[in-house]
């Protein structure tokens, strides 16, 4: 009689095969594990570090820039133009035109401005998890550059290297490093202390308020004195000038001597662009020894203008912050003022109450005021002795010019 396979004994085969399949899987496991085990104790965890050693942050990034600012990418050579979310990488080019500035946020928290016609590169910047240790190192090629360091911890390392130096900043300082196109190179340092090596090697540690020139050989004159800016004082920033009777005006320009240093010289110039583009430049003065020039034939319309101070050695100031005039051309119409009074407040002090459209500038006795939105001024005026009356000079925002004349006597206000 044949003999029958038990449904018992299929399924028990069944159970053995399964059984089989796990052994070996558990098998592998642990050889898998064993194999690591073995790894990490000879050669250490390969994961310890995941999550620490990610890229960082560019950590450079424009914190504002105008005008003509250009990237060029390292890794790509792409030319791009410069963006708000532009981030700028080890290697990358920053290239400013005649119109271009840029302000910059490093790393370590030190901020560098970059002035038109100018060209840096970001060798260096990175920086740890915990902000104890910053490496930035940028590189100006031509054109000016300034920096300013926050205080630094201990293994910040923050340098800026050109052609012919390699300067390490200290904490808290500001200075500014110049490369001209005919080889010359300058350091400004304003706050602070850099420590600057130069071709040969040879180090030298200015500290703020010194100044030095390096001539195209490589060689760092002897740190002098640095000069400061001139100071404008005329005419006042946004101040409104009338053109003449032939339609341009005369304007006169002055500035106070820097506070430091003792300049041979100035140099002015004027210009229709905030920026100084040689085609926009109406003025330039040289070789100035007086701290006031005449600019004359100046027709309606917007200006800036700035000075610098040269001292005998050669050493120049940085220019001064851009002034801004406006030339127009005066109107003709009557500008209304009324309920003009004069209150003696005592001895010659008098205060002189009024009502004009908001917006109007009103001037007594070298002294004004602007209009509010509810139309009433008061000023309070000193005058000579046995003065019967003083004149008001109403100006709107048209540039049209009223005269008043306001008795000292208690009368009204009359219009001159």
């Not at 700035?306 to 406006?326: L, M, Y």
């Not at 004004?368 to 046995?386: P, Y």
Request: aromatic share 6%.
């Amino acid at each position: 009689m044949p003999t029958k396979n038990s449904r018992f004994d299929f399924e028990w085969w069944v159970i053995q095969k399964r059984m089989i399949y796990l052994l070996v899987a558990i098998l592998l496991v642990c050889g898998l594990a064993g194999a690591s085990a073995l790894y990490v104790w000879k050669y250490g965890n390969p994961l310890k570090d995941i999550g620490t050693n990610l890229k960082p942050r560019a950590g450079a990034r424009f914190i504002s820039f105008e005008g003509d600012v250009h990237i060029i990418r390292s890794a790509t050579r792409e030319n791009i133009r410069a963006g708000s979310d532009t981030e700028l990488y080890p290697g990358d080019t920053v290239q400013t035109g005649a119109s271009g500035r840029a302000r910059l946020g490093m790393a370590d928290g030190s901020t560098l401005v970059v002035r038109p016609d100018s060209t840096i590169i970001v060798r260096d910047n990175a920086s740890t998890d915990d902000g104890k240790k910053t490496n930035v190192h940028v590189v100006v090629d031509s054109g000016q550059m300034y920096v300013r360091t926050e205080q630094q911890p201990a293994g910040t390392n923050n340098v800026v290297e050109t052609p012919k130096t390699k300067n390490k900043l200290g904490g808290q300082t500001g200075a500014s490093f110049g490369v001209t196109p005919e080889g010359t190179e300058e350091i400004r340092v304003n706050t602070g202390a850099v420590q600057t090596t130069d071709r040969a090697g040879q180090q030298t540690t200015l500290s703020g308020g010194q100044y030095v020139s390096v001539n195209p050989a490589g060689t760092l004159s002897r740190p002098q004195k640095l000069l400061d800016v001139p100071a404008p004082s005329g005419p006042k920033d946004l101040q409104k000038i009338f053109a003449g009777g032939n339609g341009s005006a005369n304007v006169n320009l002055k500035w106070q001597r820097p506070q430091s240093g003792n300049p041979a010289y100035y140099r002015v110039e004027v210009a229709t662009s905030p920026f100084f583009v040689a085609n926009g430049k109406v003025v330039e003065r040289d070789q100035l020894v007086a701290t006031e020039f005449a600019a004359s034939d100046l027709r309606p319309g917007v200006y800036f203008w700035r000075v610098r101070a040269t001292e005998q050695s050669g050493q120049t100031s940085d220019w001064c912050d851009a002034q801004k005039f406006v030339v127009a051309v005066k109107g003709t119409a009557t500008v209304p003022v009324s309920n003009l009074a004069a209150e003696l407040l005592g001895g010659n002090i008098y205060l002189v109450r009024g009502r004009a459209e908001p917006g109007t500038t009103v001037r007594i006795a070298d002294r004004e005021m602007l209009v509010a939105t509810d139309k009433s001024f008061q000023l309070q005026i000193t005058v000579s002795e046995g003065a019967g009356e003083v004149i008001l000079e109403a100006e709107d925002p048209q540039g049209n010019s009223s005269q008043y004349k306001v008795s000292l006597r208690g009368g009204r206000g009359k219009s001159g």
